[in-house]
């Protein structure tokens, strides 16, 4: 079943995401995002899901940091209790694929949790390029494209 | 099936022995809670946790999945064992270093599920192979 997934997130959030990957290149970047679905709250429908803030993380790959990156166990409950402290959840990750497309390589899916949103940023010589993001599907075989909405703040 | 039944059948004592203390071990299942990361909650009615019964680390996992059967294939590969990037806590205990998921529970533990997150970009190009 083909399910219709949208993302949104600030400018500025957005910008820093493709920051971030231009710092750490050629190495990749990553980080949570902090925000809220509405699938948790209550009375509402559908699954409506905003990145209200990031959390920046170090990639703890350092035996190959250009193509790979890695969030520890402790990281994601670090990420967690910050979320939390905002009133959010994490929604989902960033990372950067230096010199590389903004899509899901099939490392990035066997290794991936369904529900979250995953942003790539592609960072093409060291400069922030196109950003995607994409769902793991229940089945865990593939991935659907999420549509990133990219919001100016005094829009909101 | 008791111990009797078992030696009746020409297996050794000791089998037996092990065989009553689990049957025994069974009566005293422990009331544990195991928290669901956020994003399972869709596979388990939306709950952050869940309470089991369970004498082991183990066991509570497999209670979860009974209760929730889509966690399933989430939390462990098609051969039965947890995935790489399932983290399991007992209490505040990485069950890896203790004894894994045969690790004993006690009444009022918390098992929690971590996730551990990992990507990267298609297979590096071989100027980075050689780097």
């Known amino acids: ?156 | 099936m008791t111990g009797r039944t078992i030696r009746q059948n020409g297996l050794k004592f000791a089998t037996a022995r092990r065989f009553e203390f689990g049957y025994a071990e069974t009566e005293k299942n422990m009331a544990v809670k195991v928290i669901i990361p956020t994003p399972l909650r869709v596979y388990a009615a939306k709950k952050d946790s869940a309470e089991v019964s369970a004498q082991t680390v183990g066991e509570a996992l497999g209670g979860l999945t009974a209760q929730f059967a889509e966690l399933r294939k989430h939390l462990f590969t098609d051969d039965g064992k947890l995935r790489s990037f399932v983290n399991v806590y007992l209490n505040d205990e990485d069950i890896r270093y203790m004894a894994k998921e045969a690790t004993p529970v006690k009444d009022g533990d918390v098992v929690s599920i971590v996730p551990s997150i990992a990507g990267g970009n298609a297979a590096p190009p071989n100027r980075r192979a050689q780097e």
């Open chain 1, 1 to 156: 079943m083909a399910q219709e997934f949208q993302l949104q997130i600030g400018r500025e959030l957005a910008e820093r995401i493709g920051r971030h990957g231009a710092e750490t290149f050629p190495h990749e970047c990553c980080g949570a995002l902090l925000g809220r679905d509405s699938a948790f709250e209550e009375g509402t429908a559908g699954s409506a899901r905003e990145v209200l803030e990031l959390f920046p993380l170090v990639n703890r790959r350092d035996d190959s940091p250009r193509n790979r990156f890695a969030v520890t166990a402790e990281d994601v409950l670090e990420a967690e209790n910050v979320a939390r402290q905002h009133g959010l959840d994490v929604v989902g990750w960033y990372h950067s694929h230096p010199d590389h497309p903004a899509r899901p390589s099939q490392f990035d899916r066997e290794h991936a949790w369904p529900w979250y949103s995953y942003i790539i940023v592609s960072v093409m010589s060291g400069a922030p390029a196109d950003m995607a993001s994409w769902r793991l599907n229940d089945d865990r075989q593939d991935y659907s494209p999420e549509r990133i909405e990219i919001r100016d703040r005094a829009a909101v």
